[in-house]
């Protein structure tokens, strides 16, 4: 099933105002949702805030009256969307367990994306990115235990790994080598705008929620590993949104927000189980459908151009979420030593071919001076059950030495890195059973 979003109408932006009653919601069972409504969930907060955030700053920059008030009007819909989608977090979800909902969002979205995505450089990219925030599932998991005894599962559900990734204290590139090839805007399919704009939102949102979420626990430990890993998911910002075309105007860009809004709400209710969450997605699609119209209006208007060269004219689907283990496996096995490459393409390498003047090592020795959080994370539970939190085929855990052996860097190494042969003292302790 599929439909040309130019020819709805939606719900006008007049009836979009709604009550306090309506707009915060009686959060989800936390013990009872599925994780991959808890996933959309997650998700669609992401988009409101970049929904919200771009028009702000459109409104900044923009001199058109007309414009400027149809924003406004808009932009307050997309904040009441947001605390709508956000609010049904129950209070009782903790930071770490959110976090972990985070994580398997980055996960599952970033491998189906990858295989749905039509340019091959913009897969090679999210197979990239795919194996840190693997890597960073696997050191929460270990938070999640220590701090409240929580199995991964309880939030996971078994459809998504936990074990080691690319290693963490490995993602802290020079910032300038994470930027990418941009599509360009004339021949790029509507499928590749919308992955990119879906993923910089879910990546953006990642960070925000760490980076205002960290200081809540009282472990210096903890707190250190969200401050590692919020900065690495600066990077996949900055690597996500510089894959997008940088001479696209501003109200292509707008019509692209909503189009994406349209597209991942579509997808949500196609996809949704939960009866409450599918009537707001399926509400949200209208209002969504009716943003899109605006933005239609203001770019003939404004460019005299046809919103179908940018956009095409059917909706497409950026975020169906199903177990990706097998996918991920396969990356994970063939990718874990992949590296940025310090070239005029923005290529990938791997360890072995890097030159000893990589600008990543110089940013991996400073960050890592005293230590990587993320590894004294697998020290701090190693102390405590002799070995850490994993959750997968027992194939895939025995592969964690060998793992780390390929995946991890030799030079630039903090101080306090668990390496291959501790790894393989870990595989001969029994796993701890929840
Ligand atoms: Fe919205
Ligand atoms: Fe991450
Ligand atoms: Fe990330
Ligand atoms: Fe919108």
Known sequence: MSFNPLQEKGIPLEKQIRTWHDIVKRPFNKYEIDCYSRTRQILMNGIEVEAWNFKHNLSRTCSDPETRKLIALSRRIEDMQQTTVNWLTPACQSVLETTLGYEQVAVDLTAWMAQNEPDDYVRETFNFGLLEDFDHLYRYSQWAYM???????????????????????????????????????MTAEPQTKVNIYTLVSGEQQTHNFYAEHGMMYANDDLRRTYGEICDVEEEHVTMYESLIDPTETPYEKLLLHEFTEVCNYYNCYKDEEDDKLKQIWEEFLGFELGHLQIAVDLFKENEGRDPEEVIGNKVVLPCHFESQKEYVTNILENEIDKRLAQDEERSYTTINKLPDDWKSYKVQEKVGLEGAPTEETIRLVRESINRDIVSADDKLIHKQPDLVKRGLEIMAQAPNTVDYEDYKEMDKVDLFEF
């Open 147 to 185: 701090m409240e005894g929580c199995d991964p599962n309880n939030i996971l559900q078994g459809m998504t790994d936990v074990v080691v990734g690319r290693p963490t204290q490995n993602h802290h590139n020079c910032n300038a080598l994470r930027l990418r090839k941009h599509y360009d805007k």
